[in-house]
């Protein structure tokens, strides 16, 4: 078999791809870390409106090194920078814009989703410290949660799973998953496969799939910028 | 009226042992240094205390937990860049530890200030965290019922004030702060400027003075991220 490393797509790729979904006048919060990604690639012409846990909407790029205001930062503890409509408001306000399902899109990262949308990405439940922050107001609450992940884990196991087997961060929550294969949407309690990197064949990418993946309406090519890494 | 103070001091000193504080900021922002140092100098012991996060490095939230006086910790994320002073207290068995998913703990504070006891949220069903509390479908969905939070204390800090209590505060540094105030017996905010009233357009108040009782003015105040990429420490 192929070597998955040499052919899967980079997650500046996954993060492309998960910016050509979100339309323009979007509410988005983009999970710490890899998810933050999506916000470089916005395509151009659309105005999408990031916010941020800790109170802040429409917020600017990270400041130049040497200019940061670090009463000026995202959930993620990094230094982003306001900008014309920026707006400011306390944490129960915060909330509420999650909550109230105010938000269009909500984009995490994931240790496992289950093939009726239950997603695991807080606490490997083997011990360490626990974690939550703002993830499991996120996604019970958005009106659209997808998650960007590698399809496997380091160790080859699958993420894209049957049920998931570490702690849940939300029941029933996640809609489509961007991975470093494939595009997957959930219906019905059922992985549905949209797009597959043109590497790949089926079989294969069934394989590195932990529960039956089905294909209602044809699979499309997922192609990215290639010069994105 | 005049609620302002000349040092934190002479008004952190009445926490006492085993008090509840809630403590403001989120990372490196909006957290009140001076007065948690003040709480430090006067040394009350076995705190609950409220807060986002666990600390990071050897100030503020982390040093008074590094001085022994957290029994235990409310929060939704104690992991940060250098929780190093928590990790060691919590794997010591020094520390007890709350996780409250964040929009769950900033609702419990509000309701907590609003004299509102409980309430449902979709946050957390079917999760660990919801285990043992009662759920209830509304319009064919699940919610878990959640407690208000009140404290004896709030620690919290603002931009700009005035002898009245009323207060506004600076970008992202507001966070938990403003919510905080209303949620506790006795708040003691800081402020960098402290204005006659009038001073702060009434449009632009944030915290109204009803929900502050003792308000201190510490001009250039500390910063929690730079102290920390300065590494100091406190004391």
């Known amino acids: 078999m192929i070597e998955i490393s040499d052919i899967k797509l980079s997650n500046a790729q996954i993060a492309w791809r998960a910016a050509q979904d979100i339309h ?23 105005e999408v409106i990031f916010h941020t846990e800790n109170g802040v909407l429409g917020f600017g790029a990270a400041p130049a090194p040497g200019e940061e205001d670090w009463d000026l930062i995202n959930a993620g503890k990094k230094a982003i920078t306001q900008k014309l409509g920026t707006s400011f408001f306390h944490h129960a306000d915060s909330f509420a814009m999650v909550r109230g399902g105010h938000l269009d899109v909500a984009i995490l ?10 997603l695991a990405n807080w606490s490997t439940g083997k011990g360490g410290i626990p974690a939550v922050g703002g993830a499991m107001d996120l996604v019970q609450s958005a009106k659209r949660v997808a998650v960007v992940t590698d399809h496997i884990t380091k160790k080859g196991d699958p993420k894209l799973v049957e049920s998931c087997t570490m702690p849940l961060t939300g029941v029933g929550c996640v809609t489509r998953i961007y991975s470093s294969l494939a595009v997957v949407d959930i219906e019905g309690n059922r992985f549905v496969l949209r797009e597959k990197i043109p590497a790949i064949s089926f079989d294969d990418l069934q394989a590195l799939t932990g529960a039956e993946l089905y294909t209602n309406e044809g699979v499309d090519d997922l192609i990215c910028p290639e010069d994105l890494v | 009226m005049d609620i302002t103070v000349a040092t934190p001091h002479e008004v952190i000193q009445q926490i006492p042992d085993g008090a509840t504080v809630m403590i403001g900021g989120f990372g490196g922002s909006g957290a009140p ?83 509102i006891p409980a309430f449902y949220t979709p946050t957390a069903y079917g999760t660990e965290v919801a285990e043992g509390k009662p759920v209830e479908e509304f319009e064919g969905r699940s919610y878990i019922r959640e407690r208000w939070l009140k404290a004896d204390f709030a620690l919290i800090k603002g931009d700009v004030g005035d002898r009245h209590g009323n207060m506004t505060y600076r970008m992202a540094a507001r966070n938990f702060n403003p ?32 929900f502050v009782n003792h308000l201190v003015e510490i001009r250039n105040p500390a910063q929690e991220e730079e102290l920390n990429r300065a590494e100091a420490v406190y004391p």
């Open chain 1, 24 to 46: 323009d006048g979007a509410y988005v919060n983009l999970g710490i870390g890899f998810p933050e990604m999506v916000a470089s690639y916005q395509p151009e012409g659309r």
């Open chain 1, 109 to 118: 990262g994931a240790y496992q989703i289950a093939q009726n949308g239950d």
């Open chain 2, 33 to 115: 240094i001076e007065l948690i140092h003040a709480l430090i100098d006067h040394g009350a012991k076995h705190l609950t205390v409220v807060n986002n996060n666990a600390g990071n490095g050897h100030v503020g939230l982390a040093a008074l937990i590094e001085q022994g006086q957290v029994d235990k910790l409310i929060c939704s994320f104690p992991r940060s860049a250098d929780p190093t002073v928590f990790v060691e207290a919590y794997k010591a068995n020094k520390i007890a530890l709350e996780i409250v998913p964040q929009g769950t703990l900033a609702e419990r504070i509000r309701c907590g200030g609003a004299g």
């Open chain 2, 179 to 210: 919510i905080m105030a209303t949620a506790a017996k006795v708040t003691i905010a800081q402020v960098s400027r402290v204005v006659d009233p009038g001073g702060i357009d009434p449009e632009h108040v944030v915290t109204p003075g009803i």
